[in-house]
T-cell receptor, first 112, second 112 residues
Framework: NAGVTQTPKFQVLKTGQSMTLQCAQD?????MSWYRQDPGMGLRLIHY???????DQGEVPNGYNVSRSTTEDFPLRLLSAAPSQTSVYFC???????????FGSGTRLTVV | GDSVTQMEGPVTLSEEAFLTINCTYT??????LFWYVQYPGEGLQLLLK?????DKGSNKGFEATYRKETTSFHLEKGSVQVSDSAVYFC???????????FGDGTTLTVKP
């Protein structure tokens, strides 16, 4: 089925470890974004991309890196995990023009 | 910068009651406005949208009207069902910026 695929669904990391959250979409969308969702704080934008090779920082970029080498993929890298990065992470893609975004099912990350 | 303010929850209603969830926004330019719904353990799903002033978005009995003069986009439903229990997010998007700004979400619980 067409959509946004995130892997893994669950992950436990130790403080200081690094990892990559994967995001892939098959709808040929130009725009892709990463958000984190924390209780009582809604969704906060981490990084976003308006096309292959173009990325920009969002509201809370510190501790995260992204790259966009293809239209389909937009991985999020945690450089050195900290307990403050315990959250649910959502990837989204869209084509702009007021059409809205399609979200993945999320990655629940716990850093101990 | 852009911002979205939603009425604080949680909101608890009896089945068949009338629902209103208030949403106001601050933005430069002329953004598109959206309501998303999130069911437990899932990602966000686009519920409805409006791309210009006075547009009414509607879906599954929910509706919202883009009011530029009051910078509002309130969500309404005439008769809620238990299956409408979820978290609802108001959001705006600058059509060509490649990102969205979300409110904090409002949790709706509908009791039989």
């Amino acid at each position: 089925n067409a959509g946004v695929t995130q892997t893994p669904k669950f992950q436990v990391l130790k403080t200081g470890q690094s990892m990559t959250l994967q995001c892939a979409q098959d709808m040929n969308h130009e725009y892709m974004s990463w958000y984190r969702q924390d209780p009582g704080m809604g969704l906060r934008l981490i990084h976003y991309s308006v096309g292959a090779g173009i990325t920009d920082q969002g509201e809370v970029p510190n501790g995260y890196n992204v790259s966009r080498s293809t239209t389909e993929d937009f991985p999020l890298r945690l450089l050195s995990a900290a307990p403050s990065q315990t959250s649910v992470y959502f990837c989204a893609s869209g084509s702009g023009g007021g059409r809205g975004y399609t979200f993945g099912s999320g990655t629940r990350l716990t850093v101990v | 910068g852009d911002s979205v303010t939603q009425m604080e929850g949680p909101v608890t209603l009896s089945e068949e009651a009338f629902l209103t969830i208030n949403c106001t926004y601050t933005a430069t330019g002329y953004p598109s406005l959206f309501w998303y719904v999130q069911y437990p353990g899932e990602g966000l799903q686009l519920l409805l949208k409006a791309t210009k002033a006075d547009d009414k978005g509607s879906n599954k009995g929910f509706e919202a009207t883009y009011r530029k003069e009051t910078t509002s986009f309130h969500l309404e439903k005439g008769s809620v069902q238990v299956s409408d229990s979820a978290v609802y997010f108001c959001a705006l998007s600058d059509n060509n910026a490649g990102k969205s700004t979300f409110g904090d979400g409002t949790t709706l619980t509908v009791k039989p």
